[in-house]
């Protein structure tokens, strides 16, 4: 079950190639220049993702937005998502 970012992130380093911190991008420019980085999942089509000295993060680009967070937080993403319905913003959900 891929539930979470979090889930998504170690389902697809399995297939990491050694020696990348487990930094994943999928869909993404190819892989991000990671600095001082590891357990990273980024997706960010068609982006250079540079993530320097950052840890166990999930960013996530669609067109009209980007979710930043932490792995161990990305469940929470409904939270987001209700904070936008209560701001009006439809629009983003």
Known sequence: ?????AALHEHL???APEGDAA???DGA???PVAID????????PGKTVALLGVDNLVVVETEDAILI?????SQDVG???G???????????
């Open 23 to 25: 930094n994943v991008a």
């Open 79 to 81: 939270k987001v998502v």
């Open 83 to 93: 904070e936008l319905k209560a701001r009006g913003r439809q629009d983003l959900v």
């Open 13 to 15: 380093s399995r297939n």
């Open 69 to 73: 967070t932490t792995r161990d937080h």
């Open 37 to 44: 980085a590891q357990g990273n999942y980024v997706f960010a």
């Open 1 to 5: 079950d891929l539930g979470s970012w």
């Open 29 to 31: 420019n190819g892989a």
